[in-house]
Antibody
């Protein structure tokens, strides 16, 4: 079935780095833009970044620009998020999500996210 | 940019309807692109897409969930409330500059 599985979270010291992975299965990963969204403890959702299906376009939230790097390996159906210079404000559960395409046609990265992983927890302390 | 503004809580009895608002600005919710979506999140679970493009439902989402927009405020209406609708609901909107904004979330209680 269509599935996303995040991994790589953990506890890291302030100023440290971490790389998250998101393994996709059950769909044509190389046809979809992919997002990262995070959720701080007892807080709401915050969009982090998006990458086009072929890596041609990448966009970041201002809060992570210059510190986080999104990438993907379509041959391995995997999305990544490399995070550096981490601070306590980056503590959150990180989700990857697939762009929503209508009847197989992908009009925009921003229609919505229709498939989400279970999340991986990052604690900066 | 600040998060979109949602009421922290809402409630209704089974069978009733409840509407949750999402206030933004002319650049996001009020933008001409209409890229407004809504999500449902149960405790400990990932969000689920309920509405896209203001008022469209992905396949599998019950008709009880409907969306609308007026100016810079979007709304989600849950009709015929059921116990399983108890969850946190988030709105989201495209900012017009290649980023997404989410609302702070509304906790819906089914009385």
């Amino acid at each position: 079935q269509v599935q996303l599985v995040e991994s790589g979270g953990g506890v890291v010291q302030p100023g440290g780095s971490l790389r998250l992975s998101c393994a996709a299965s059950g769909f044509a990963f190389n046809s979809f833009a992919m997002h990262w969204v995070r959720q701080a403890p007892v807080k709401g959702l915050e969009w982090v970044a998006v990458m086009a299906f072929d890596g041609s376009n990448i966009y970041y939230a201002d809060s992570v620009k210059g510190r986080f790097t999104i990438s993907r390996d379509n041959s391995k159906n995997t999305l990544f998020l490399h995070m550096s210079n981490l601070s306590a404000e980056d503590t959150a559960v990180y989700y990857c999500g697939r762009q929503y395409c209508v009847n197989g046609v992908c009009y925009s990265y921003y229609y919505g996210l229709d498939v989400w992983g279970q999340g991986t927890s990052v604690t900066v302390s | 940019q600040s998060a979109l503004t949602q009421p922290p809580s809402a409630s209704g009895s089974p069978g009733q309807s409840v509407t949750i608002s999402c206030a933004g600005s002319s650049g996001d919710v009020g933008g001409g692109h209409n890229y407004v979506s809504w999500y449902q999140q149960h405790p400990g679970k990932a969000p689920r897409l309920l509405i896209y493009l203001v008022n469209k439902r992905p396949s599998g989402v019950p008709e009880r969930f409907s969306g609308s927009k007026s100016g810079t405020t979007a709304s989600l209406t849950v009709s015929d409330l059921q116990a399983e609708d108890e969850a946190v609901y988030y709105c989201s909107a495209y900012t017009g500059s290649n980023s997404l904004l989410f609302g702070g979330g509304t906790e819906l209680t089914v009385l």
